[in-house]
């Protein structure tokens, strides 16, 4: 009986700290903030997702060529993060001759309504001017 009264006051506890971890200020919420910075603070990143958005998965050479100005080593290091974040799914769809598509995870799709914003003007992104 003694044990039963422990885990029934103990288990809403337990379910309300992990309520309070995702609150604003919590030290949880803010490392997945600054872990979300990170991944799209680099410079192709979103730019990568917003291509796979528009055109669905595609290979290697078709994202290069659909990225104006991403370098060949650029695209293959931002796919590898993309990937490590479960933003991207690398596909092999062929032994031979070898070819690798991208498409985005649950995880990749979420980004499409700033994205959307973006591209529809509602989401303005100006530099202050020094």
């Known amino acids: 009986m003694g044990i039963e009264n422990v885990r029934r006051t103990t288990t809403p506890k337990s379910d309300e700290r992990e309520n309070r971890t995702l609150q604003y200020g919590s030290v949880t919420l803010q490392r997945k903030l600054n872990e979300l910075a990170e991944l799209i ?3 192709w990143n979103l730019v990568i997702v917003a291509k ?4 669905g998965p595609m290979g290697f050479s078709e994202l ?7 370098s060949n080593k650029v695209l293959a290091v931002s796919l590898q993060t ?15 001759p ?5 498409s985005l995870t649950q995880q ?3 980004f499409e309504s700033i994205i959307r914003r973006v591209r529809e003007g509602d989401f303005q992104v100006t530099p202050p001017e020094d």
């Open 41 to 43: 603070g680099r410079k």
């Open 52 to 55: 796979l958005l528009h055109g």
């Open 64 to 70: 290069e060529a659909e990225i104006d100005g991403i």
């Open 82 to 96: 993309l990937e490590d974040y479960d933003v991207v799914d690398r596909e092999i769809v062929s032994e031979r």
């Open 98 to 102: 070898f070819r690798v598509e991208y």
């Open 108 to 110: 990749g799709l979420a």
